[in-house]
Structure formats: C-alpha cells, structure tokens
C-alpha cells in the first residue's frame, strides 16, 4: 500500500505538468523497467521485500499510469459487451495457468492486461450488466484488505496443525 500512497502523491504534485505524451514516456519506460526487473528477478511478486523495492516502485508506477493512458484515451463504448466474457475468460485462463516464467509474467503484465483494460473499457454495458461497473468499484477495497485476511487465515491454518 505504500507505493500507491506514494504514487498518488507523487501524481498530486505532478497532475498539471504530466500531459498525454509525458505519460506515455512515463508508461514506456516502467514498463520495460518493469519486464527487465521480472526477468532479473524470475518473479512479478516485487517490493514487499528490500532486495525488490526497487521493482515495486516500478511496477505501481507502471500500472497507475497505464490507467492515466487509459483515461486520457478512453475509447467510446461501442464494442458489444457480449466481448467482455472472452476477455474475463482469457485473464482467468492467463491468472490460472501453473506457468512458472518470468517472460510469461512479464508478456502477461506489461502487454495483455493493459491490453484487456483497454478493450474492456471499449465494451457498451446494458444496464443488467452494471453488476461489472460495480465489481470495479469494489475492487480497491477488496484489494486492501486481502492481505490481512490471508495472512490470518494463514495464521489460523498454522495454529491447527
């Protein structure tokens, strides 16, 4: 969580000089940052240790604006919505995979999911489907407290055994 604090922050100070194009440099290069730190490391788990840091300051930069693009270039919705599903499928699929390489994550994080958000943002939603609208917005909070409801699960499944 203290790299996304950091990035907002950071985006608080920068918001009025980062245009279009400043983004897309920003994008690009921690985005090649982010897959040459994957490959290094063998693994997209970064920053939650000392020895990473340096990997999870790029990857929340990466990720926060490659949403800035998205935003800045959202399209108008006109693909049916019918193309969520395959794209839902393909993400699980990609999520599910017991692949274990770093070309893999790092094709995967820096080239598909941005890909799949931008498509998935082109989706017209019918008004029965304003049930993914919301998932979206609970997204966020459901990330923050994942964490400390694993690790007491964990703990608990410890205890037990």
């Given amino acids: 969580m203290s790299f996304e604090i950091a ?10 000089l980062v245009d279009r194009k400043c983004a897309w440099v920003i994008t690009a290069v921690t985005g090649g940052l982010l897959a040459l730190t ?3 490391y063998g693994t997209a788990d970064l920053g939650a240790t000392w ?11 990466f990720g926060f604006f490659t949403g800035v693009l998205v935003w800045h ?3 108008k919705p006109v693909l049916p919505a019918l193309l969520l599903w395959p794209m839902i499928l393909l993400l699980a699929t990609i999520l599910c ?12 994080i820096v080239l598909i999911f941005p890909l799949l958000l931008y498509l998935s943002v082109a989706c017209h939603l019918q ?3 304003r049930l993914l609208s919301v998932l979206g917005r609970l997204s966020y909070a459901l990330y ?3 964490v400390p409801i694993l690790m007491t699960t964990v703990g608990l499944l410890k205890a037990t055994h």
């Avoid at 990473?52 to 930069?61: D, M, S």
């Avoid at 995979?97 to 893999?104: C, E, G, N, T």
């Fill in 144 to 146: 923050i407290v994942h």
């Fill in 38 to 40: 994957i490959l290094k």
């Fill in 7 to 16: 990035v907002n922050v950071l985006w608080a100070a920068l918001i009025l």
């Fill in 127 to 129: 008004q029965k489907q």
């Fill in 97 to 108: 995979l017991p692949i274990r390489s770093s070309v893999f994550d790092a094709v995967s």
């Fill in 73 to 75: 270039y959202r399209p």
């Fill in 51 to 61: 020895t990473t840091f340096f990997g999870g300051a790029v990857r929340t930069l």
